[in-house]
């Protein structure tokens, strides 16, 4: 049994002094704090992202779309696991934190299973998925993960929660995690049975229970501070996920440093940062001095780029005319919204193709977006086949990418199998001059992504558009397709969508323009 952390705890409350930041920017100080797993997983990556989350919450970001939609739904696998535990008991989700400790008391009373349990700890407050009466006398805890492995999250959270509900008086006898299971393909309805994996993760979580009460203590005294403490920069500012207080914390880190130096261990950059070297120019001469290094530190001292012009011809040479630029987006999630997917398999709803049938002629445009939940592939793939032709190079950015999932809907669909086999020799990847370092500018800042060439190389970008990369676009059509958008709210989630893809087809036409002035001298 188990639950996933991919949602935060919302029953937190705090006591505090009056008022909120005034103008001398003195946060509101911190009487007591009750601590939820969410707080706890805070504190424990970074207490002063755990003090913010006290004393100015209003710094933390809002979650972003990706955010928005992995909570909704990891409520949804959370529903399909309660299946397994049939007529449990509901606990209130919201309300006075005493109702909701009430609830569970009386539930646990009738040894009942309880869903959404809550218990209250020497300062901490733990909601557990399921709580279920064990054979022989006992509780099993069980967490719902969305994800498909255990992770030192999940056992530090399910740490937190055993050991509040055992300091609460439960004597817990197992605890489990429910995780997905990467191997199940839907076929009809989803049998939870299947698609849940059960890991028992008592003893490793007992290993961590004594770990908790030192934690607890040390994040309620970081909340009744006047200042934040300041760590410094540490692998914690980017894992498990990017931190919301990294934009604040890296003020002070030049446009140009180390953490962008070619293939630089992370663990080495944030040495670096700790020793006071952060920008990229202070880096110790003779560091390693690869030459996509020696490229980087050049180009970056003089302002110009670096063109290996043998190197775009050689490139350039291979692309054949009718030139076919492609671009898909996918969507994935813990869900298989329909037959024949797996958990999170990355599936086709949209592509924007850009055919150029020869030097100098007019650039056609086809496109293709989903109009719902159903299954885009069949129709999606049809229309591809109308456009590609039996000729010309096919250029994609990162081309691994769309040959993995064409091969996958080949699999998915053998009649489209053979054809899309055969398109395979066709691709060219429009990554490789920019990865390979034929073409480098500063303004990259050591990225070869699209998002970093485009502006680098042509001075165009995304900075007009509602979508502006492939997450976004990805939870916008799963909002659109299977949320609760409203009808104008889908027709604005394809006007962005449609805008979005076609940039990125568009971005590899002017990218290649410029490759082929830059070859020609």
């Known amino acids: 049994m188990a639950f996933s952390y991919k949602r935060s705890d919302s029953c937190c409350r705090q006591v505090i002094l009056p008022g909120t930041l005034d103008c001398c920017d003195r946060p509101r100080q911190v009487e007591a704090a009750v601590i939820t797993a969410h707080d706890f997983l805070l504190g424990r990556r970074c207490l002063k992202l755990a003090w913010h989350r006290f004393n100015a919450p209003e710094l933390l970001?809002?979650?972003?779309?990706?955010?928005?939609?992995?909570?909704?739904?990891?409520?949804?696998?959370?529903?399909?696991?309660?299946?397994?535990?049939?007529?449990?008991?509901?606990?209130?989700?919201?309300?006075?934190?005493?109702?909701?400790?009430?609830?569970?008391?009386?539930?646990?009373?009738?040894?009942?299973?309880?869903?959404?349990?809550?218990?209250?700890?020497?300062?901490?407050?733990?909601?557990?998925?399921?709580?279920?009466?064990?054979?022989?006398?006992?509780?099993?805890?069980?967490?719902?993960?969305?994800?498909?492995?255990?992770?030192?999250?999940?056992?530090?959270?399910?740490?937190?929660?055993?050991?509040?509900?055992?300091?609460?008086?439960?004597?817990?006898?197992?605890?489990?995690?429910?995780?997905?299971?990467?191997?199940?393909?839907?076929?009809?309805?989803?049998?939870?049975?299947?698609?849940?994996?059960?890991?028992?993760?008592?003893a490793q979580v007992g290993g961590l229970g004594a770990e908790v009460d030192g934690i607890l203590n040390e994040i309620q005294a970081t909340a009744r501070r006047r200042e934040s403490p300041e760590p410094g920069l540490g692998p914690y500012c980017e894992e498990p996920q990017p931190c919301p207080l990294q934009a604040r914390c890296w003020a002070h880190v030049p446009p140009d440093n180390v953490f962008q130096l070619h293939r630089?261990?992370?663990?080495?950059?944030?040495?670096?940062?700790?020793?006071?070297?952060?920008?990229?120019?202070?880096?110790?001469?003779?560091?390693?001095?690869?030459?996509?290094?020696?490229?980087?530190?050049?180009?970056?001292?003089?302002?110009?780029?670096?063109?290996?012009?043998?190197?775009?011809?050689?490139?350039?040479?291979?692309?054949?005319?009718?030139?076919?630029?492609?671009?898909?987006?996918?969507?994935?999630?813990?869900?298989?919204?329909?037959?024949?997917?797996?958990?999170?398999?990355?599936?086709?709803?949209?592509?924007?193709?850009?055919?150029?049938?020869?030097?100098?002629?007019p650039v056609a445009h086809h496109s293709f977006l989903a109009e719902g939940p159903g299954d885009p592939r069949p129709a999606l793939l049809s229309q591809l086949s109308q456009h590609l032709g039996e000729s010309g190079s096919i250029l994609a950015y990162n081309a691994k990418f769309e040959l993995g999932v064409l091969a996958e809907a080949g699999a998915a669909f053998p009649r489209h199998a053979a054809w899309l086999e055969g398109l395979r020799p066709r691709f060219v990847d429009l990554l490789a001059p920019f990865k390979g370092f034929a073409y480098y500018h500063p303004a990259q800042k050591g990225s070869a992504s699209l998002k970093a060439v485009l502006p680098a190389l042509t001075g165009r970008g995304y900075e007009d558009l509602a979508i502006r990369e492939g997450n976004t676009a990805s939870f916008e059509f799963l909002r659109a397709a299977y949320g609760e958008a409203t009808a104008e709210e889908r027709q604005a989630t394809r006007r962005n969508l449609e805008a979005y893809c076609r940039r990125d087809t568009e971005a590899m036409v002017w990218i290649l323009a410029e490759l082929q002035k830059l070859a020609a001298g």
């Open 264 to 361: 630089l261990r992370r663990e080495q950059a944030f040495a670096f940062a700790r020793s006071g070297v952060l920008a990229l120019q202070h880096i110790p001469p003779g560091f390693s001095p690869t030459k996509p290094r020696r490229i980087q530190l050049t180009t970056l001292a003089t302002g110009r780029s670096f063109v290996d012009r043998p190197a775009l011809a050689g490139f350039l040479s291979r692309i054949q005319y009718p030139i076919h630029f492609l671009d898909f987006e996918t969507f994935a999630t813990a869900l298989p919204p329909f037959d024949g997917l797996r958990p999170y398999q990355q599936t086709l709803f949209q592509f924007s193709l850009q055919v150029a049938p020869a030097a100098g002629a």
């Open 61 to 202: 970001a809002a979650p972003d779309p990706a955010a928005r939609w992995a909570a909704w739904e990891a409520q949804k696998v959370k529903a399909l696991a309660r299946e397994l535990f049939p007529a449990g008991v509901q606990t209130p989700r919201e309300g006075a934190t005493e109702e909701r400790l009430a609830a569970t008391s009386r539930a646990l009373r009738q040894r009942a299973t309880v869903y959404d349990a809550v218990f209250a700890h020497n300062g901490g407050l733990a909601t557990v998925d399921i709580v279920a009466p064990a054979v022989g006398g006992g509780w099993d805890l069980a967490q719902v993960s969305s994800g498909m492995r255990s992770s030192r999250q999940n056992l530090e959270a399910l740490a937190f929660r055993s050991h509040i509900a055992g300091g609460a008086g439960v004597p817990v006898r197992r605890v489990f995690l429910l995780r997905v299971n990467g191997g199940y393909i839907r076929q009809g309805a989803i049998n939870p049975r299947e698609f849940f994996t059960f890991e028992e993760v008592t």
